[in-house]
């Protein structure tokens, strides 16, 4: 049985979440705190196996809540956005930044026609993130710090210069491994940077204006023909596969899912190793399943350089190690690593060098 503790300061929307949840067998919503003070005492106590949690709380909002629950008594927890304003979406970032490994948008109202598409989604989500064993291993990622850190010898003796393209893959826990390795980064790579991240409905757009508050390059949504220019980073938008040829020229494609994703990571990789071979280099970042692994292969097959975060980094090593387990990735770095490697593959045009 998977026990959730519930925080959100309305009764209605507590009690709509508690018959959602409290609908399927596997789940047994242990109690509801009703702000944030409320439910850092709960975690502590009940010990649950998730929280899902709102963002806007008197007192303590999602965003403190969470940092304080991730330093005291670790649990997973989702952030159940109830609104769908760009503000609201960039403080559900803040809570990731702190810890929370996934978001999801509340259900609409059970007459909605979306309604049991988004209840399945948030049950699921519930369900899939009691497993993961967070266990603090987030501040790994953001309190690392990069001195001392530098990219393979090898890299920056044979490769820098000659990468015209960095394609990136994420799923769980990759907003805030992007935000380590975006935010080392110097405004003058000499490549774009092409980004697949998976991710609930809804939160793309505030996902790209996140990333690019702690970036020195341009992060924005791709959009279809649209060139890739060096400096800039592109994030496939939500529902749509991204692909890139020649120029480079981003093109987004409808077409089936791939590994049950629309945008797929291996959809954009293929694509990569195809038109740009050793003069790519593709990253595999933390995530569940195995989208991705099979595109890093077909690039490193291709002379791509290609790189996976490492296990003790990834809050979900399923991406990552189906990728290594298959020969996919060349170099296994932490996200300080990836980011120096980049760096050396792609040195800055302003300096002439790495940072």
Do not use: C
């Amino acid at each position: 049985m998977i026990n959730v503790l519930i925080v959100n300061d309305s009764p209605t929307a507590a009690e709509f979440l508690r018959e959602i949840l409290g609908s399927d067998p596997e789940i047994s919503v242990t109690g509801t705190a009703r702000n944030g003070i409320e439910a850092v005492k709960m975690a502590a106590v009940k010990k649950p196996d998730v929280i899902a949690m709102d963002v806007h709380m008197p007192g303590l909002d999602g965003f403190e809540t969470t940092r304080r629950i991730m330093e005291n008594t670790p649990v997973p927890i989702v952030i159940v956005a109830g609104s769908s304003l760009k503000d609201d979406d960039l403080l559900v970032f803040k809570a990731v930044q702190a810890g929370a490994v996934a978001s999801v948008r509340a259900p609409s109202g059970f007459s909605a026609p979306e309604h049991a598409r988004q209840a399945a989604e948030l049950v699921s989500t519930i369900k899939t993130m009691a497993e993961v064993k967070v266990v603090k291993r987030w501040s790994r990622v953001i309190a690392r710090p990069a001195a001392g850190i530098s990219a393979p010898a090898k890299l920056a003796v044979t490769r820098p210069g000659i990468i015209e393209l960095v394609a990136i893959g994420a799923s769980t826990g990759g907003p805030v491994v992007l935000q380590a390795i975006l935010s080392r980064l110097p405004a003058g790579l000499s490549a774009p940077i092409v980004v697949v991240q998976h991710m609930s409905p809804g939160f793309i757009e505030s996902f790209a204006k996140w990333l690019g508050e702690s970036a020195s390059l341009k992060v924005s949504i791709a959009s279809h023909e649209e060139t890739a220019l060096p400096g800039h980073v592109y994030v496939a938008p939500e529902g749509r596969h991204l692909t890139v040829g020649r120029g480079p020229l981003m093109r987004l494609v409808d077409g089936e899912p791939e590994n049950g994703m629309r945008p797929s990571v291996s959809r954009l990789f293929r694509s990569v190793a195809e038109d740009f071979g050793k003069n790519s280099a593709g990253i595999l970042l933390t995530g569940m399943g195995e989208d991705g692994a099979k595109g890093l292969k077909t690039m490193r097959d291709a002379g791509a350089v290609t790189i996976a975060q490492d296990e003790e980094t990834s809050l979900i090593n399923g991406m990552p190690g189906a990728a290594v387990r298959t020969g996919a990735a060349a170099y296994v770095l932490p996200p300080e690593g990836i980011a120096a490697a980049i760096s050396a593959l792609a040195p800055d045009k302003t300096t002439g060098g790495s940072v």
